[in-house]
């Protein structure tokens, strides 16, 4: 009511309705983990790094490399539909101890560092000059002679950086602030002490005929011993990384949110080992995302997985509740290497898929299976193992989801279940449609029911919490995410006091308990047909 009634008068009040809309999350948003050319690294404070597009990933990331699988991923990713992704960099320095993971220029009172770890940054080459503004100077408090003019550029690349105004005293233009917030190829290096008294000196003009890059007194580079070197190949360790420092996967505890996991073999012809896809699932359980399985390079037929009862399948050690978070696509697919003139090699599957589901989220919806003729492999110019539908039928019992090709149609994907898909299981999360519906919901209920915390626990609240929960509900039901005709077949929202009883009042808690019925793909199409006996005349 309002504060105090005191003239005799119309008083207005704002009443609160009680709705607060819940939103769905995003359903597609891809994570990467692997190694690139450059770009930060898992250690990094600005990693994970958030993309649009391939071309965002080059820019970040460098192009196309034989050397380095995960940029393939990512290719296929957005040749298939992908949005939006998150890239994880992972470096493990050499085994050259006299080697640095960033490249160093060392100039006289302003040593500076490449932006990233890798060789890449051996190209680097900076230029000072005077050339300041009296204006920004006055407006800092400062004199001309405390400013100076960086220019910093990747001969390899030819991307060029322009600092103007910049000073080594304390101020807003301070050179390893401008550097840090703007530069994607220089750092200040952490031996250069802030703030300073003395700025660096200006270099010389370039001689006749040549350019200020060509020359060490009009430039400086990077000296022979100062050179980084490129990540080691990768380990486990190096995967794992550690989940209190946020490296390795735990890199993406930075990112609000993925949906998606795909780590590419760190060699193109190598696989993802069997401990980082454990470890990967289980973080995927608690981020509530669904690990993309690439099946390992030595399974070269149907029968290579399923002899000596299923051995080669069990050897992977994704079992378990955990499993449901994870669905394996088998055979590799053959594409074209651009890098090396298109001839045509084997590549793992994961950003294909990934591609695939982001796509039929657009098109159908998180509820749609990412499989049949509409989920066709953009890109892909073959299979490394042709199935037939009895080596087909010997795996999808087994929850293998098969990559297929077939006339006019091409290469597609024609399976889509989880690992705990297996027809022995029986397990209710058997397909992959079902599982990422049920994360959608979890994960979206779960941030759009933050506002009940601290809420007094009692039937007003608990009548919000139907009236929003519901209305989340009915929307998904319209749209056609659910089994049946009604509301009331589809889903249900309870929140009262046969859920919440007065002990759980006592104890602070109050419970929600919704359920859903989902739709469940249409595997097997059974077509009955029989003559027609013609009419005899009795």
């Known amino acids: 009511m309002p504060a105090a009634l005191t003239y005799p008068g119309v008083y207005i009040e704002e009443i609160p309705s009680g709705v607060r809309t819940i939103t769905g999350v995003a359903t597609s948003i891809t994570a990467f983990i692997g190694r690139a050319a450059c770009g930060p690294t898992d250690a990094d404070a600005e990693s994970p790094v958030i993309i649009g597009s391939y071309g965002d990933f080059e820019r970040n990331f460098g192009k196309l490399d034989p050397a380095y699988p995960m940029g393939y991923a990512v290719r ?23 080697a640095a993971a960033k490249a160093a220029i060392k100039i006289a009172n302003l040593p500076l560092e490449a932006a990233s770890a890798g060789s890449w940054g051996n190209q680097l080459r900076a230029r000072i000059d005077t050339n300041v503004s009296a204006d920004i100077a006055a407006r800092y408090g400062l004199a001309t002679t405390d400013l100076f003019n960086l220019i910093v550029r990747d001969m390899g690349s ?53 350019t200020v890059w060509d020359q060490d007194k009009s430039s400086t580079g990077v000296a022979a011993a100062d050179q980084a070197a490129d990540s080691a190949a990768l380990d486990d360790a190096a995967y794992l990384g550690d989940p209190d420092a946020k490296t390795g996967i735990y890199a993406l505890k930075k990112t609000d949110l993925f949906n998606l996991l795909c780590i590419p073999p760190d060699v ?21 995302a669904l690990l993309l399985v690439d099946a390992p390079a030595e399974w070269s037929s149907a029968g290579a997985i399923t002899q000596s009862n299923n051995a080669a399948l069990t050897g ?55 499989a049949g003729q509409d989920a066709a492999l953009n890109g892909v110019q073959g299979l490394a193992t042709t199935l037939t ?27 889509s279940r989880t690992l705990r898909g297996a027809d022995l299981l029986a397990d209710e999360y058997k397909y992959v449609p079902v599982r990422r519906l049920a994360l959608y919901i979890e994960e979206s209920l779960f941030r759009g029911t933050q506002w009940v915390v601290f809420e007094p626990n009692d039937e007003p609240l608990w009548s ?25 077949d589809a889903y249900f929202v309870k929140c009262d006091k046969e859920t919440t009883t007065q002990n759980d009042i006592n104890l602070g808690i109050v419970n929600i308990v919704v359920g859903f019925a989902p739709l469940k793909p249409a595997e097997f199409v059974v077509i009955q047909l029989q003559q027609m006996a013609g009419q005899i005349q009795t």
């Open 76 to 98: 296929d990713f957005y040749l298939n539909g992908g949005s939006q992704a998150a890239v994880v960099r992972l470096y493990k320095a050499s085994g050259n101890p006299a």
């Open 389 to 415: 539908d009895a080596e087909n039928g010997m795996l999808n019992p087994l929850g293998v989801n098969c990559l297929r090709s077939f006339p006019l149609v091409g290469p597609v994907v024609w399976g």
């Open 316 to 370: 992977l050690g994704l079992n378990g509740d955990a499993a449901r978070n994870a669905a394996l696509y088998f055979p590799r697919v053959i594409e074209s290497d651009p890098t090396r003139q298109g001839q045509l090699d084997t590549f793992v599957p994961c950003g294909i898929v990934a591609g695939v589901m982001a796509r039929t989220d657009t098109q159908r919806g998180v509820w749609k299976a990412p």
């Open 464 to 488: 919000q919490i139907r009236l929003n929960v519901g209305a989340f509900m009915q929307n998904l039901f319209r749209q056609g995410a659910f089994q049946g005709k009604t509301p009331n």
């Open 268 to 288: 193109r012809e190598g696989n993802t080992s069997v401990l980082v896809y454990q470890s990967a699932m289980a973080f995927c359980v608690d981020r509530r």
């Open 158 to 210: 030819g991307r060029q950086e322009s600092f103007s105004n910049l000073t080594v005293k304390e101020s807003p233009r301070r050179v390893d602030r401008v550097l840090k917030a703007g530069s994607s190829l220089a750092r200040a290096a952490a031996s250069l002490v802030l703030p300073a008294t003395v700025i660096p000196a200006a270099h010389l003009d370039p001689d006749s005929g040549k």
